[in-house]
């Protein structure tokens, strides 16, 4: 069974950081592209970072360049998003979600394979 869990949010200062994962389970994650959205309250979901997992490409949305990084650890399951800088505006529910043909170059694809339940993250201004 395809599975994608996302841990890692709660509350945060303005300023603060915070440190999201992502554990996959039940597929090759290096087939994959796995990418972060976010949704907060009355907006529409928006992609904040990709990776394809293949070459360790990455992009980012122009609203995090420079505070966040989505990368993974020792090729193991789990992909993470460093969240540095945060601002009120960032507080969403974050998600993780992986796509099998989608390349990670420029633009998210809001129609990935699979997607997690998504973590709350939180920032008090």
């Known amino acids: 069974e395809v599975q994608l869990v996302e841990s890692g949010g709660g509350l945060v200062q303005s300023g603060g950081s915070l440190r999201l994962s992502c554990v996959a389970s039940g597929f090759n994650l290096d087939d994959y592209t796995i990418a972060w959205f976010r949704q907060a309250p009355g907006k529409e979901r928006e992609g904040v970072s990709c990776?394809?997992?293949?070459?360790?490409?990455?992009y980012d949305a122009d609203s995090v360049k420079g505070r966040f990084t989505i990368f993974r650890a020792n090729a193991g399951n789990t992909i993470y998003l460093q969240m540095n800088s945060l601002e009120p505006e960032d507080t969403a529910v974050y998600y993780c979600?992986?796509?099998?043909?989608?390349?990670?170059?420029?633009?998210?694809?809001?129609?990935?394979?699979?997607w997690g339940k998504g973590t709350l993250v939180t920032v008090s201004s």
């Open positions: 979600a992986a796509d099998e043909h989608y390349t990670c170059s420029g633009a998210f694809h809001y129609g990935m394979d699979y």
């Open positions: 990776i394809d997992s293949s070459d360790g490409s990455t």
